[in-house]
């Protein structure tokens, strides 16, 4: 079946722009996350959304950044007012409930604001 | 707070050896879980192997195996008989059984020389 797709795979923004990320989900998964990497570091936990509900959105690193699923499927990260040091790569993952700990990520959109 | 460490940011080894990939972690959870994902130059990030914290028989994947060392906190990860296409950065993460965010080592870059 599909897997986890993002869009666009790969964005540049001149710095004061606005930006949104796209995730997919794959059909039928209840929980998804979006993850922060920075270049040659490993993933940070940005927001976590179950169906609809973000529950946690403690990993956002500013009022700029805004996550939202409004339907509990596609879910969008939208930052405000891009900045430099906003440049990396967003990473959405799906698990398919509240107790299945196994994440799916997709490929991930590379964000470099000039 | 929990913390994962990865003490190798690289290392390379020729086809068909085995090589094993360090990972630490620190936490004051009783419950939680091991990963480790891989992530080719491609950028989508892919399960390798998990370990369940409360099962002492280590988890193993065909050529992948783990070590877990739940008193020491270590959990390192053994690729046998090596292969071109294990060429990629390796991501050791936590995920405590009262939480859903996974936390990440900074990863190893793994070569495969043929």
């Known amino acids: 079946g599909a897997g986890v797709s993002q869009s666009p795979r790969y964005k540049v923004a001149k710095r004061g722009q606005d930006v949104a990320l796209r995730c997919d989900p794959i059909s039928g998964h209840v929980s998804l996350f979006w993850y922060q990497q920075a270049l040659g570091q490993g993933p940070e936990f940005l927001t976590y959304f179950q169906n609809e509900a973000q529950l946690d959105k403690s990993g956002l690193p500013s009022d700029r950044f805004f996550a939202e699923r409004p339907e509990g499927s596609v879910s969008t990260l939208k930052i405000q007012r891009t900045q430099q040091e906003d440049s990396a790569v967003y990473l959405c993952?799906?698990?398919?409930?509240?107790?299945?700990?196994?994440?799916?990520f997709g490929p991930g959109t590379r964000l470099t604001v000039t | 707070a929990q913390t994962v460490t990865q003490s190798q940011p690289e290392m390379s080894v020729q086809e068909a050896e085995t090589v094993t990939l360090s990972c630490t972690y620190d936490?004051?959870?009783?419950?939680?879980?091991l990963f480790w994902y891989k992530q080719p130059p491609s950028r989508q990030m892919i399960l390798v192997i998990r370990q369940e914290a409360y099962k002492q028989q280590n988890a193993t994947e065909n050529r992948f195996s783990v070590n877990f060392q739940k008193a020491a906190k270590s959990f390192s990860l053994k690729i046998s008989d090596s292969q071109l296409g294990d060429t990629a950065m390796y991501f050791c993460?936590?995920?405590?059984?009262?939480?859903?965010?996974?936390?990440w080592g900074a990863g190893t870059k793994l070569i495969i020389k043929p």
């Open positions: 993460a936590f995920m405590a059984d009262s939480n859903y965010q996974l936390i």
């Open positions: 936490t004051s959870e009783s419950n939680y879980y």
């Open positions: 993952a799906s698990s398919l409930g509240t107790s299945d700990y196994e994440q799916y």
